[in-house]
């Protein structure tokens, strides 16, 4: 199991998309003792992005176009203050990819526990996005292993698992995956690959 790392916030900026009011002050002030910067926006979200490590918007009264960015596509972890559990606005709020919420009124405990899970979160379904644009890509890329394979046995008199070994094995010198590789070989370089082959194989024999 890998060791889940507790960040360090001193020097974090975070963004806060809601009225000043008492719930606000409460929050930037124990957001100021762990260290953060923090910026406090309201009705729209007028400061930079580029810079910031998190947003805590009002989960009660934002609405649809917000936010700069696609649905779902925020590029920091976002945190919903919630004084409302009418499912229109829970059902909104979720629309959104939050990391994680707070209930109103906000307490001076627990900020530091929502901060964690809040970019806990956000990393694990970052990587998992990730990993599953991966694996979309390769199985696009499939039908060029399935050529480049096809291609081997003719030319090579091979049969399949010896072909794709040597797909594989080329495509590991080349340190890219089997599918980036097949994806980018052309007749030139499949007979590249088949010369290659035929003078290993008189190498082995001599």
Sequence with gaps: MNRIRIPNFRGWRILILHQKDDNIIRLSRQLDRLGIEVSVNWPV?????????????????????IFPWATRESPVPLVALMGSEAPGRLEWVLQQGISAHMLKPIQSSGIFTTLFL??????????????????????????????????LMK?????????????????????????????????????????AFEKQKHTKVG
Aim: aromatic share 8%; proline share 1%.
């Design 45 to 65: 979200l007028e400061s930079s992005v580029a810079d910031a490590q998190m947003i805590f918007f009002d989960g009660d009264k934002t609405c649809d176009g």
């Design 118 to 151: 809040a970019q806990s979160n956000f990393d694990t379904r970052k990587q998992m996005q990730e990993n599953i644009d991966s694996l979309s890509d390769r199985i696009t890329k499939r039908p060029f292993v399935l050529r480049a394979t096809l291609q």
């Design 155 to 195: 030319f090579c008199n091979l049969e399949e698992e010896a072909a794709f070994s040597v797909l594989r094995s080329a495509s590991m010198n080349c340190q890219k995956t089997i599918e980036d590789f097949s994806a980018g070989l052309d007749d030139d370089a499949i007979a590249q690959l088949v010369c």
